[in-house]
């Protein structure tokens, strides 16, 4: 089994990723979060937010709607160009995107293709439920739009100024050709976006300022270093409007792959938003009266992709003293569902029960903690290690008398005696 294979066993195993509609047989590309999933992709977004927003005075959130106003998609230009140039194998009749294609079909190797045609990704809906009165809507397929609509609201209502950012995470959607490889590529997703508003003249500061931030950002996250990279988007291959793109990549198993784009958009958004509403986008500068079109740095990056590269980056199996393996994510203790796992150590002693009772409700105040009193602590030291859980604490019967719990490393197994009042600083 390779590591795409294993992350895929172990999420649905551990109630971490489930195939969406399974029992229908399931739905290409659509994908739920499990009880220790959900706990994950709440912290990494968590962890984001801090890292892009909290942290700083200059960069602000939003929460925008999946359905817009259509027209945005025009202005975007999405309607029109949103595709992806897809051939079809004249054997199998398997479609793939054209830059999935090396000479062969990767299904039964033929080597001859349809010519490549586009395809939209929009999802369309509907608005309204009278027929004929239905209007024609999209489900966004970038989170990003809502950002540059709300650019004015956001200057005329709070305490910026130019240069500031606005963040958001939330879902896009794309109707993806050939979803594959867990969730990264499904055709609903979530995206961390930041658009970073600046004057024309300080777009080179502000660029390599984001390179700089969000390489950093993923250098924290990540354990394993070497898996990250800066690609840089061929100059022949970048959009008229922008002047410079990198992706940030991380080594999955099967070669390099985008987790993030940062983009030199320019005032390409603002003015495409400006003509297609006719509403003035420009922004006065308080200082010196200046009224200009903002230029835009932008990181967009994907949640459910960076989910799924953190699973690679944890993913390990080790050989323990006794001979058995064990497999640990050593996923980043922010992320990880549970700070710590609570185990009395026998299940059926009332006083043992009682006294991990008290240690689980001292610590779930502060933190996520999870309860397990089923089988022996070795079965639960295996599961927990398996959702990469830092922590586990078992209280014994010498709990009892001295008021001490065995404190476990996942990662290096070592086991601690700790006094109970001072467990929380601990684990912190
Ligand atoms: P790709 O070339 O892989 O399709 P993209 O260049 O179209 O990606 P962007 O439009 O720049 O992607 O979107 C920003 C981020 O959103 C990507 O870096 C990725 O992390 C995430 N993303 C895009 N498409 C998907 C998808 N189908 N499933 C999961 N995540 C996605």
């Known amino acids: 089994m390779d590591l795409l294979q294993k992350v895929t066993a172990l999420a649905k195993r551990r109630g971490i990723i489930y195939p969406n509609s399974e029992i229908y047989g399931g739905i290409g590309g659509f994908y739920d979060y499990g009880p220790v999933g959900v706990e994950m992709k709440n912290n990494l977004k968590k962890y984001w937010w801090k890292y892009m927003v909290d942290t700083r005075e200059n960069v602000v959130g939003i929460d925008g709607t999946i359905i817009t106003h259509p027209k945005v998609w025009e202005a ?12 079809e194998c004249k054997k199998c009749h398997k479609r793939f995107r054209e830059d999935e294609i090396d000479k062969a079909c990767p299904h039964c190797g033929n080597k001859e293709f349809t010519e490549p045609r586009s395809y939209n990704l929009l999802f369309e809906t509907h608005i309204g439920v009278v027929e004929g ?4 809507a999209y489900l966004r397929g970038e989170a990003c739009q809502n950002i540059y609509l709300n ?8 305490r910026q100024s130019i240069p500031f950012g606005i963040a958001q995470i939330g879902k896009a959607f794309r ?18 976006d930041m658009e970073f508003y600046v004057h024309p003249d ?9 390179m700089e931030e969000r390489m950093k950002f993923y250098k924290g996250l990540y354990r394993k270093e070497e898996n990250l990279r800066f690609k840089q988007h061929p100059k022949d291959q970048l959009a008229f409007y922008a002047k410079d793109a990198y992706d940030i990549e991380y080594k999955a198993p099967w070669g390099w792959a985008e987790n993030e784009g940062i983009h030199w958009r320019g005032d390409y958004d603002l003015k495409q938003h400006m003509e ?15 009224k200009y079109i903002p230029h835009i740095v ?31 994510l050593k996923i980043h203790k922010d992320i990880a569902a549970y700070k710590a796992a609570v185990f009395p150590l026998v299940s059926n002693k009332e006083e043992v029960v009682e006294k991990a009772r008290e240690v689980f409700d001292l610590l779930s105040g502060d933190m996520k903690v999870v309860w397990d009193a089923r089988g022996n602590i070795g079965k639960r030291y295996r599961y927990q290690d398996e959702i990469g859980t830092p922590y586990c604490i078992t209280i014994d019967y010498d709990t009892l008398e001295d008021d001490t ?13 700790v006094k109970i009042e001072d467990l929380k600083d601990t684990l912190s």
């Open 202 to 210: 300080d777009m080179k500061k502000y660029f390599d300022y984001w």
């Open 175 to 192: 109707n993806e050709v050939t979803p594959q490889k867990l969730t990264f590529r499904s055709r609903e997703f979530e995206q961390w």
């Open 298 to 328: 932008e990181t967009s990056g994907g949640v459910d992709r960076t989910f799924l590269m953190l699973l690679f980056d944890a993913y390990e199996e080790e050989e323990m003293a006794n001979g058995n393996t064990r497999t640990v």
């Open 76 to 87: 975007s230009g999405h309607v029109e160009n949103f595709g992806d140039e897809v051939v």
């Open 405 to 417: 719990v065995t404190v476990r490393d996942r990662d290096t197994m070592e086991q601690t005696r």
């Open 276 to 290: 297609f509403s006719g509403t003035d986008l420009r922004y006065t500068d308080p200082h010196t009266g200046e």
């Open 133 to 136: 009165d239905k209007q024609k």
């Open 151 to 158: 650019f004015k609201n956001v200057v005329d209502s709070t």
